[in-house]
């Protein structure tokens, strides 16, 4: 009450305004003469008058507000529902915009919870994939009859080797929110990224007698060369992992009047139509990955996120059972200062 | 005898450093205690430092520090973090290299040969050449010397030569011979390797030595 005439005060200055004005007009105009009793009927009637709208208007405003305290108090859920209806131009643009505040936050909580699902499931798939590589290397260790010790090492060596692939892919996955404050961009040849990748897989190229052709390695780009490897290292374990004994893989660098481009092929068993849109995507996992059931599916997703952050760019392209091709794009005039800033989450 | 002082937690790396360093000839000592690093130092007075820069308690930084104070011994930190501020860091304060791990020893030595020629300006005394009955193989220019006779080998058959010769005796297979290729960079397929051998052994048989290299058929080659 006390509160409802405190918001009211105006009303009442300007109706005492307002009556004090009438009074003093028609008492003081020689022409109307009214007598003090008429005055005060006036008065009267007048002051009701105003009670009555006062009253009602104190009736309205109460509901309005004490329904306001109730969603106030309602569970956290239902606050918006259980708002009392709007009267007032004023109360709806109030409502409006609690709403969309409301939707607003409603998305944010939906986006958050599918990051987070999200996150979980790849831990879950991680954890799988790499559980893999540590129980093949125990049974190694386990079972060793009729080995000699050198070939359980190269077979350890093997499984360590897959188990430093996932846990460096686990590693730029955590990392790819920090980007923006961990990079570092000069100038490099192509054969500075791809020799290490390239000694990092030797073993397997060699197992697997696939052969390596360079061409045109010597073209300079700017980049962060962290970053780039790791890309250049998920491109090139691909090649290596959809490719049959004694296929060859082809790196070469091509010169544009538009920018540069390194392009890994191989002449491996290829993408199919259906599935190459998809390849980017997060979780994807081709055949060989459903078939070892346990498989991330984000490497291409990393490589493809991490390279537009850089200011490159993915494409691929494929023909089933003929092999497939994937070219790193580097336009010239990238603005690096602009690099991070755009991206930076 | 140089004496290196070697500042790293994990046992396993510790001991793998100070072996190599043993068949290097250097004198490595470990430290046991990580809250006394500097009393070691003082009492093992050696002529370089190796320092992990994650290690309990403080890190390789604050050790840094500690050392530079009292002394100008060169340093190298050892790191397993790669991000650049970490390089800048061991740099400024007052670290003189950096090596990443995992770390390859033989690029550690280098280092380590090096920051010593510098320091203490000393002449190289790593052997130059290898021998192998009665050649002698030069590593400064890739030349087989054999009598009177000398080749010049392109880079594969010198490498591959002096894969031999580093385990003479022993049956090499083709993979761990195309391994160390790979290693240097040069990254040879099953094709290449039987080309370079079959050249190798051209050049080899015009001075007289045809059967140097053997074949073990399905196992690999070795010097006999």
């Not at chain 1, 918001?7 to 005492?16: A, E, H, K, P, T």
């Not at chain 1, 008065?43 to 009736?59: K, M, Q, R």
């Amino acid at each position: 009450m006390t509160e409802y005439i405190r918001d009211r005060v105006f009303l009442f200055i300007f109706y005492i305004a307002a009556m004090v004005f009438i009074t003093i007009f028609l008492y003081l105009e020689p022409s109307v003469r009214l007598r003090i009793g008429n005055l005060i009927y006036l008065h009267a009637v007048v002051l009701f008058l105003f009670l009555l709208y006062l009253l009602f208007d104190f009736l309205r405003c109460s509901r309005f507000l004490s329904g306001l305290v109730q969603a106030a108090n309602a569970l956290s859920g239902y606050r918006l529902t259980a708002m009392p209806a709007p009267k007032t131009a004023g109360q709806k643009k109030i409502c409006r915009l609690l709403d969309k505040i409301e939707r607003d936050n409603r998305q944010k909580v939906q986006d958050l919870q599918h990051s987070i699902e999200e996150n979980k499931d790849f831990v879950m798939a991680w954890v799988h994939q790499v559980k893999t590589p540590i129980a093949a290397g125990k049974m190694l260790i386990n079972h060793n009859e009729g080995q000699s010790q050198e070939q359980i090492l190269d077979r350890l060596e093997d499984e360590f080797s897959k188990i430093d692939y996932f846990v460096e892919q686990a590693l730029y996955y955590s990392r790819t929110d920090s980007f923006s404050n961990d990079y570092f961009i000069s100038e490099y040849a192509f054969h500075d990224l791809v020799n290490p990748v390239l000694k990092k897989y030797a073993k397997l190229f060699i197992a697997k007698k696939i052969s390596v052709a360079l061409s045109d390695l010597d073209l300079q780009i700017l980049t962060d060369k962290k970053w780039l490897e790791f890309i250049i290292d998920q491109l090139i374990s691909n090649a290596l992992k959809y490719t049959d004994v004694r296929g060859r893989v082809r790196i070469s660098g091509r010169k544009y009047s538009s920018g540069n481009r390194l392009i890994i092929e191989d002449n491996g068993r290829g993408i199919s139509p259906e599935n190459i849109r998809r390849v980017f995507e997060k979780g994807f996992t081709g055949a060989i990955g459903r078939k070892a059931r346990h498989s991330t599916g984000i490497g291409l997703y990393l490589a493809k996120t991490l390279a537009l952050k850089l200011g490159h760019n993915i494409s691929i392209s494929s023909e089933e059972g003929k092999g497939t091709t994937v070219i790193l794009d580097f336009p010239n005039n990238i603005d690096y200062t602009g690099v991070a800033r755009e991206h930076s989450m | 005898m140089f004496t290196i002082f070697v500042v790293e937690d994990d046992p396993i790396m510790k001991e793998i450093i100070i072996d190599t360093l043993k068949k290097w000839r250097f004198n490595g000592i470990g430290v046991a205690d990580f809250d006394h690093i500097i009393q070691a130092f003082i009492n093992c007075k050696p002529h370089l430092v190796l320092l992990d820069i994650n290690l309990p308690a403080f890190d390789g930084y604050y050790w840094c520090q500690q050392l530079r104070a009292i002394s100008k011994v060169p340093i190298i930190f050892i790191s397993s973090r790669d991000t650049r501020m970490d390089k800048i860091m061991a740099m400024n304060m007052g670290g003189d290299d950096f090596i990443q791990k995992p770390i390859d020893m033989d690029v550690l030595m280098a280092k380590i040969n090096a920051l010593l020629r510098r320091t203490y300006s000393y002449p190289d005394h790593e052997p130059q050449v290898l021998g192998y009955g009665g050649t002698v193989l030069n590593l400064k220019d890739s030349r087989l010397i054999y009598h009177d006779h000398q080749i010049d080998l392109t880079k594969n058959e010198f490498r591959i030569l002096y894969m031999l010769m580093k385990h003479a005796g022993e049956v090499l297979s083709r993979d761990k011979i195309m391994r160390a290729l790979w290693e240097d960079e040069s990254f040879v397929d099953d094709n290449t390797l039987t080309v370079n051998v079959v050249r190798l052994r051209k050049k080899l048989t015009e001075i007289g030595l045809e059967s140097l290299i053997k074949t073990k058929k399905g196992q690999g080659y070795l010097l006999e």
